[in-house]
């Protein structure tokens, strides 16, 4: 089963998807939109141009575990996103992800424009990662 896995902000949205087995990441890229709308609709048609049967948004909630405004808004997402997509949404703790997506991109000496047009991806690839292992695919 694919999976795609959703980091959403506010201006860029970084997208990773496993492969067929659902297994690893197989493909990443950034989606740059600020209307939800169109983003649900931008994610819809690519998941359904790569075959994907399963969305995971990552839900960002404070260290304490409560919710803040952000969770809010991607749980706004995810109903936009059932209905543009038909899939399941599953709503993914996000905590940590974009902290640990910019140590690894320090670690590979990425710096400036190249990061932050490669941070959200990254951090999408970890919460597909943190799913994938929840389910023991991966």
Same mark, same amino acid.
């Given at each position: 089963?694919?999976?795609?896995?959703? &980091?959403?902000? &506010?201006?860029?949205? %970084?997208?990773?998807?496993?492969?067929?087995?659902?297994?690893?990441? %197989?493909?990443?890229?950034?989606?740059?939109?600020?209307?939800?709308?169109?983003?649900?609709?931008?994610?819809?048609?690519?998941?359904?141009?790569?075959?994907?049967?399963? #969305?995971?948004? %990552?839900?960002?909630?404070?260290?304490?575990?409560?919710?803040?405004?952000?969770?809010?808004?991607?749980?706004?997402?995810?109903? #936009?996103?059932?209905? &543009?997509?038909?899939?399941?949404? *599953?709503?993914?703790?996000?905590?940590?992800?974009?902290?640990?997506? /910019?140590? *690894?991109?320090?670690?590979? %000496?990425? /710096?400036?424009?190249?990061?932050?047009?490669?941070? &959200?991806?990254?951090?999408?690839?970890?919460?597909?990662?943190?799913?994938?292992?929840? #389910?023991?695919?991966?």
């Amino acid at each position: 089963m694919r999976i795609m896995a959703i &980091d959403y902000g &506010d201006r860029r949205t %970084g997208i990773a998807v496993s492969d067929l087995l659902g297994t690893l990441t %197989g493909e990443t890229w950034v989606i740059s939109e600020w209307n939800a709308q169109r983003l649900s609709r931008t994610i819809a048609d690519a998941a359904r141009d790569r075959g994907v049967e399963r #969305l995971v948004l %990552g839900l960002p909630k404070n260290m304490d575990g409560t919710e803040g405004p952000r969770a809010e808004k991607s749980r706004e997402l995810a109903e #936009l996103l059932r209905a &543009d997509s038909g899939l399941e949404v *599953i709503l993914w703790d996000e905590r940590r992800t974009t902290v640990d997506a /910019h140590r *690894i991109l320090t670690d590979v %000496g990425k /710096h400036g424009k190249k990061r932050k047009n490669t941070v &959200d991806a990254v951090a999408a690839s970890l919460i597909l990662e943190g799913y994938l292992l929840s #389910l023991g695919n991966a």
